[in-house]
């Protein structure tokens, strides 16, 4: 039985998912906690503050999406490593990252339909 390195994979296929779980893995905690903390609190405040511009708060929470899938499946991976694939808390950790990427897809889609939205009205106006 012959070792064989495994094939390289052809990034110009990769979904933005891939893309987007890739960029969560390469950033340091801090960076999670960052964008997961400024994503989530500056959508809150624009909501109360100025609920007439609700769709500025879609892409902040995009970012905090982001933070906190990346800081969920980041716990995912070091609590599989010291403790097995079963360990406590493993369904809840799943939980938070469908969650996030759930929340993350939905806001990043209707960030693009308003835009579209915004344009097209301007258009026929």
Request: net charge positive.
């Amino acid at each position: 039985m012959s070792h064989q390195e495994p094939e390289p994979r052809d990034e110009d296929g990769a979904s933005i998912f891939a893309l987007t779980a890739q960029l969560a893995r390469r950033a340091s905690d801090g960076q999670l906690v960052v964008a997961a903390a400024t994503g989530i609190v500056a959508a809150v405040l624009v909501g109360l503050i100025r609920p007439d511009l609700w769709f500025l708060g879609l892409p902040l929470l995009c970012v905090g999406s982001f933070g906190v899938w990346g800081i969920a499946e980041r716990t995912t991976a070091e609590r599989t490593a010291r403790l097995g694939p079963d360990f406590g808390g493993r369904r809840a950790l799943l939980g938070v990252r469908v969650s996030a990427a759930v929340i993350g897809t939905l806001c990043g889609t209707l960030t693009l339909l308003t835009v579209v939205a915004r344009m097209i009205g301007t258009w026929k106006s």
